[in-house]
T-cell receptor, first 116, second 111 residues
Framework: AQTVTQSQPEMSVQEAETVTLSCTYDTSESDYYLFWYKQPPSRQMILVIRQEAYKQQNATENRFSVNFQKAAKSFSLKISDSQLGDAAMYFC?????????????FGKGTRLSVIA | ETGVTQSPTHLIKTRGQQVTLRCSSQ?????VSWYQQALGQGPQFIFQ???????GRGNFPPRFSGLQFPNYSSELNVNALELDDSALYLC??????????FGPGTRLTVL
């Protein structure tokens, strides 16, 4: 079974600075997807960024980028120019690239605080 | 385009009771997945429905059951509630091979 580990229960960052959230995963599969989700106090899980394992290029979405190291099974999220609205729980998630829509496997999350 | 909606927002039940949670999927989506998120934890997969059939199940007992309707909306039923069932229940809808979009969740408290 696949597992996802987030070793930082809490992180904080100054507004406008950069922060990196860590994630490692364990799998024997070669084809899969990795995600970062944001969960603000409103509870709704929002997709931040997605990475296909077969792509060597790291995904980027505006201020959000990932460092995907397939051999090390590492998938970190970098948030640049942090904003107050970035404060939330961040979850790393894994999904097998099987047939159909396979379920997400989540880590325990990292609570990010942004200091004004 | 209407997103994923869930009802009710909050619910309080007592141990041993039964509960039904509802989810309306996003327009065009035929797959609904349910997740349980205990306090301080990441969501855990309960089961998935595709075209009205259960299409995968996580490590949850049979007292967790579900339905999907022809319009692809879904229900999660939990019988014989236990204190540990207290959690946020998240529904996510998707088309068969694409991203899962989450609803705002139902907070269930079991006393």
């Amino acid at each position: 079974a696949q597992t996802v580990t987030q070793s930082q229960p809490e992180m904080s960052v100054q507004e406008a600075e950069t922060v990196t959230l860590s994630c490692t995963y364990d799998t024997s599969e070669s084809d899969y997807y990795l995600f970062w989700y944001k969960q603000p106090p409103s509870r709704q899980m929002i997709l931040v960024i997605r990475q296909e394992a077969y792509k060597q290029q790291n995904a980027t979405e505006n201020r959000f980028s990932v460092n995907f190291q397939k051999a090390a099974k590492s998938f970190s999220l970098k948030i640049s120019d942090s904003q107050l609205g970035d404060a939330a729980m961040y979850f790393c998630a894994y999904r097998s690239a099987g047939s159909g829509n396979t379920p997400l496997v989540f880590g325990k999350g990292t609570r990010l605080s942004v200091i004004a | 385009e209407t997103g994923v909606t869930q009802s009710p927002t909050h619910l309080i039940k007592t141990r041993g009771q039964q509960v039904t949670l509802r989810c309306s999927s996003q327009s065009g989506h035929n797959t609904v997945s349910w997740y349980q998120q205990a306090l301080g934890q990441g969501p855990q997969f309960i089961f998935q429905y595709y075209r009205e059939e259960e299409n995968g199940r996580g490590n949850f007992p049979p007292r967790f059951s579900g339905l999907q309707f022809p319009n692809y909306s879904s229900e999660l039923n939990v019988n014989a509630l236990e204190l540990d069932d207290s959690a946020l229940y998240l529904c996510a809808s998707s088309s068969q091979y694409n991203e899962q979009f989450f609803g705002p969740g139902t907070r269930l408290t079991v006393l």
